[in-house]
Structures are given as C-alpha cells and as structure tokens.
C-alpha cells in the first residue's frame, strides 16, 4: 500500500524558513511528478510547486524566488525549502505524487495528509 507522508511544518516567524519533507513508501516503480499543494482557511487547495521525474519545475507566481522544490528520486522523497517566508503562506501543505506506478504496475495519484504552516510573529 502506498503512502505518502510530510514532515517539517511547523510556527515560524515572518521572514523565516522551513524545509517540507514527504516521502513515499511502498511498492512504488517510479513517479511521475511530485508536487506540493496548500490550502489556507476558506480558499481553495492551489499549487505550490511541481517536480518531474525528468527534472523540470514549476512554481506558483507567489512563491517564486523563495521556495525551491527538489527530489531524491531513489528515496521517492520530495523536499520544499521555503525562505523569506510570509504570514499569507499560512496554510496546510500537501505533497502529491501523480503518475505513481506500483510494482504491480497499477497507476495512480497520491496525496498526503498535509502538514500545517504557520508565519506569524
């Protein structure tokens, strides 16, 4: 069974940084893209940032040049590193595997169950 599990949320003051970890684990092949996703209270879940397997990136307009997505692909992990962080990044982060095959060959997409991010002073 496949599960995907964040870690590194937390309180952190305005300007601040913190580093995001989900791993996954089970019979996992490959992944296609693993991405990280939040939702504050009242809004809509939004992407944050995306990683392929063939290395391209992607982010949303509002955390560019702060936070830095990366993956370990032996590990099946995918890291967010978020500096200068600010209070409108409050949110739950959740990591998201699309394309992940099973060694059973079935597909599927994944999700987290989502870790909270507070900024606040």
């Known amino acids: 069974q496949v599960q995907l599990v964040e870690s590194g949320g937390g309180l952190v003051q305005p300007g601040g940084s913190l580093r995001l970890s989900c791993a996954a684990s089970?019979?996992?092949?490959?992944?296609?893209?693993m991405a990280w996703y939040r939702q504050a209270p009242g809004k809509q879940r939004e992407l944050v940032a995306a990683?392929?397997?063939?290395?391209?990136?992607n982010y949303a307009d509002s955390v560019k040049e702060r936070f830095t997505i990366s993956r370990d692909n032996a590990k099946n992990t995918v890291y967010l590193q978020m500096n200068s962080l600010k209070p409108e990044d409050t949110a739950v982060y959740y990591c998201?595997?699309?394309?992940?095959?099973?060694?059973?060959?079935?597909?599927?997409?994944?999700w987290g169950q989502g870790t909270q991010v507070t900024v606040s002073s």
């Open positions: 089970g019979s996992i092949f490959s992944i296609n893209t």
């Open positions: 998201h595997a699309e394309g992940l095959v099973t060694m059973s060959l079935y597909e599927g997409d994944y």
């Open positions: 990683s392929t397997s063939g290395g391209s990136t």
